[in-house]
């Protein structure tokens, strides 16, 4: 462990570059360990002007000039042509050619996919990286995976995303041995579409080194059911805009209930201080791995303050101080003789066609009427 | 529109059964026209102990002696086989005899969609009946379909849910021309799984008589964004119980963060009374029709208060009283016309395969950080 880490940062990527990215780097040494070193690619005038003013930081930072940005609005496909000599894609290739061991960029999510995905190739067969996103629970933080990059998936690709997703869990949190769940209507064994089915099924024999827990459902999300939630792209993505639209909607309404009178208004500068607790807890944290890659790059998102930003850094730095990859590669190594022996084919009695998939619709019309 | 209209009432059906059917129906009497009239399926010597209290109501009611009720953890397959002779077979029965227009039950969803299937028939392609839920939004209640009955679907299908959905939106809301959209995980044509683009196409040519939105994303159910938003079930089910838990998760973090101090506790309780009518106006409806049948068939929570059941009266009465039937005729003739002729493929540019489904990945990737 006292071998030094290297994380290559974008120091130019998001909605405010180094005004954002070098605060970011001095708060988050502060808490690093002294041989955790960086590269930063940007503007190198900026740069150096902008560590002038911090002199410990400076000695642990490499500054790469790069003369190029990728603007926020550039398309993945131009990123892809123009990218070459951009501070984002010298911050990804440098984890290519051994100097760093995992990037961090604020940049343009889709170029950002794009870039690492040609210079990092994908381990396994996914299209492209899964997103993965980080949900509060009572229980503490849900990872769900996959937010939105891949729309269409076999079961396959559901069972890569349960190996990564369960080894980001544990780097992230610290959790030694997190529970993974597969997103259905129901939580018997012939509901859903044939990929879930068949991923259960597949993770359900054992041979992937998972603490699988069987089908969740979409409430089971927040409940905290289990600690990773695996599903496709098209699912991920609808679930999880549909949560921030109903949470966005509940504090809309909350404001309205507590400017509805006197008392509520009082009510509500009583109660101020704790609200913004409230919403605070509700905000899903600000960076995420991009994974599938070989290697590790974590994107934060645009608007990132220093905070977040530092938290981004934290979040690369405990990746790649811990057996993340390694795990992944060693279950990812499981996958094929897990795919290639299927079970025979259970005996259960086939659901008469004249019945409704009796969960989907028994659960969704009590949503449609609790 | 003087023609009586009859409305076929499971009395048994639901976790309470006559005790609230009966004031349901006292209630909803009062704000129905004279000529609505009820068969009333149940145990006959209960049922006329009941109304005994009620002259009025009991003019219009025809008790109709029924032996058994299904029971609310029954199977749908069982209630299939031995449903003949209990007041839900009997209430939807009555619809095909053409004894009454619509029917309502709080009883078993699996059953009641599996029995109204059997009797009724669908009227399109459907493997089952859509189910329908409605969300609050700032800008009034959105239909969500199908919420879990149909897990998989192609474009025709998704196409028959937006018919549907229009047509129920219309008559339960009086709105003249709701407009439509399809979840997606973005907005331009190139997103999404192939279903969901094709269905997309054939709505955006105007042969279905539809105000068809486009693409709309998870957020757009709460903000509003159109009236009917269409989707799979797999996908409607998911969405749906995401929100739930999401709202439900706000709601107790809501009360610890009001419980964290005594300034918080008498806020809470100065804002309480604004705080239940927030609650209450998330909360779904009680009442939704099964759509795709020959017939109306509302079903209505099993828990359902007298209110709730009076509620669900009186949309089987608006839907029957609605152009909603003819409606879903009418535009279900054009739908083989719309599928036949498939415009000539769109001459966009293919979406390079280096580059993410940029939308998913950029929204997912804000989902993952705002």
């Avoid at 462990?1 to 180094?18: C, E, F, K, N, R």
Wanted: charged share 25%; with cysteine.
């Amino acid at each position: 462990m006292t071998q030094p880490l290297v994380i290559s940062i974008d120091a130019m990527g998001g909605d405010h570059g180094p005004p954002v990215v070098i605060p970011a780097l001095v708060r988050a040494l502060a808490s690093l360990p002294e041989d955790v070193r960086f590269l930063l690619h940007g503007d190198e005038a900026v740069l150096t002007a902008a560590l002038a003013k911090h002199r410990d930081a400076a000695r642990r930072v490499e500054i790469r000039h790069a003369e190029r940005v990728i603007a926020m609005d550039e398309k993945p496909a131009q990123a892809l042509r123009r990218g070459k000599g951009t501070s984002m894609w010298a911050a990804v290739e440098a984890i290519r050619e051994g100097q760093a061991t995992a990037a961090v960029s604020a940049g343009n999510t889709g170029a950002l996919v794009a870039i690492s995905k040609l210079i990092l190739r994908m381990t396994g067969d996914l299209e492209r990286p899964a997103l993965v996103t980080s949900i509060p629970t009572p229980r503490g933080p849900t990872t769900l995976l996959d937010a939105g990059a891949n729309i269409d998936c076999d079961a396959e690709r559901l069972v890569e995303f349960a190996i990564m997703g369960e080894a980001y869990h544990r780097a992230a949190h610290g959790l030694s041995k997190p529970t993974v769940g597969l997103l259905n209507v129901g939580s018997e064994e012939m509901k859903g579409h044939e990929e879930v089915r068949e991923a259960n099924r597949i993770l359900r024999e054992g041979k992937i080194d998972l603490d699988y827990r069987g089908f969740v459902e979409g409430d089971d999300i927040t409940h905290g059911a289990v600690d990773v939630v695996v599903t496709d792209g098209f699912t991920g993505n609808v679930a999880l805009k549909a949560m921030e639209g109903a949470a966005g909607f509940m504090i809309a309404e909350l404001r309205s209930a507590f400017a509805s009178g006197v008392f509520a208004s009082l009510g509500y500068m009583l109660a101020r201080p704790a609200l913004l607790k409230f919403r605070e807890r509700l905000s899903p944290t600000p960076a995420a791995p991009l994974l599938g890659l070989n290697g590790i790059v974590v994107k934060c998102h645009g608007g990132a303050s220093d905070r977040d930003f530092a938290m981004a850094i934290r979040l690369a730095a405990d990746l790649a101080r811990s057996d993340f990859s390694a795990e992944i590669e060693r279950n990812m190594r499981r996958l094929p003789d897990a795919l290639a022996e299927p079970a025979p084919a259970p005996t259960i009695e086939a659901l008469p066609t004249e019945t409704p998939a009796s969960g989907g619709s028994e659960g969704a019309a009590q949503g449609a009427s609790e």
